[in-house]
C-alpha cells in the first residue's frame, strides 16, 4: 500500500494573530479544501445523498469556523472510526470532531466529540432550542429545513478550542 494514501492532510489556517516566528499572510477566500484524502473520500460517498449533501455543509462549516478562529492553526481531516474527523494537531487546541450518522435517527446527521469531554453538556446549555442530543457524544442536525449555521459553528469553535478555551 502507498504511504501517500495515509497521509494526513494539513491545511494551512491563517490566525490573526501576530507571531515573529511565521509571516502573517491572509485566510484564503475560499478556505474549503477539496478531499484529497482518497479514505475520507470513499467515507463521504457512502452516505445516502441527502445526509452526505448535508455533511458537506457541515465539513465547510468546520474549515470556516477555524479559519474565524484565533489559536486553532493547521486543520487534519482523516479518517477515524470510519468518520471523516477533524483534528488541531499543530496547536492541539480541540477535540476530535467527527461526521457521521447515528443509528435510530435517519433524519439527521451527528457532528461526534469525545464523549469524555463537557462539550455536549454545554452544547446542550446553549443551543437546546436549535438542536437535538445523543448522549455526552453527539449533537444531531437535521437532514430537513434551513442550516443553523452560526449556531453550528458555535458550537464547532467549541470542539475546535476545547483544550485552549475549558469553562
Known amino acids: 500500500m502507498h504511504l501517500f494514501a495515509f497521509a494526513i492532510?494539513?491545511?494551512?489556517?491563517?490566525?490573526?494573530?501576530?507571531?515573529?516566528?511565521?509571516?502573517?499572510?491572509?485566510v484564503p477566500a475560499s478556505p474549503v479544501p477539496s478531499i484529497t484524502d482518497p479514505l475520507v473520500g470513499k467515507a463521504f460517498d457512502a452516505f445516502p445523498d441527502r445526509a452526505r449533501k448535508r455533511l458537506?455543509?457541515?465539513?465547510?462549516?468546520?474549515?470556516?469556523t477555524a479559519a474565524g478562529s484565533e489559536g486553532v492553526g493547521v486543520l487534519a481531516e482523516e479518517l477515524k472510526w470510519g468518520?471523516?474527523?477533524?483534528?488541531?494537531?499543530?496547536t492541539k487546541?480541540?477535540?476530535?470532531?467527527?461526521?457521521?450518522?447515528?443509528?435510530?435517527?435517519?433524519?439527521?446527521?451527528?457532528?461526534?466529540?469525545h464523549c469524555q469531554t463537557n462539550l455536549i453538556p454545554r452544547m446542550r446549555r446553549e443551543h437546546r432550542a436549535d438542536f437535538q442530543f445523543s448522549?455526552?457524544?453527539?449533537?444531531?442536525?437535521p437532514l430537513a429545513g434551513k442550516l443553523p449555521r452560526e449556531e453550528l459553528m458555535d458550537c464547532m469553535r467549541m470542539a475546535l478550542l476545547y483544550?485552549?478555551?475549558?469553562?
Request: hydrophobic share 30%; proline share 6%; no cysteine.
Open 9 to 26: 492532510v494539513y491545511i494551512r489556517i491563517v490566525s490573526n494573530r501576530k507571531t515573529t516566528s511565521q509571516p502573517k499572510s491572509r
Open 56 to 64: 458537506m455543509e457541515m465539513r465547510a462549516l468546520i474549515y470556516k
Open 83 to 90: 468518520q471523516p474527523s477533524y483534528l488541531t494537531p499543530e
Open 93 to 113: 487546541s480541540g477535540t476530535t470532531i467527527r461526521l457521521g450518522t447515528l443509528k435510530g435517527h435517519p433524519e439527521h446527521v451527528a457532528l461526534f466529540v
Open 135 to 141: 448522549g455526552k457524544r453527539a449533537l444531531l442536525v
Open 163 to 167: 483544550h485552549s478555551d475549558r469553562s
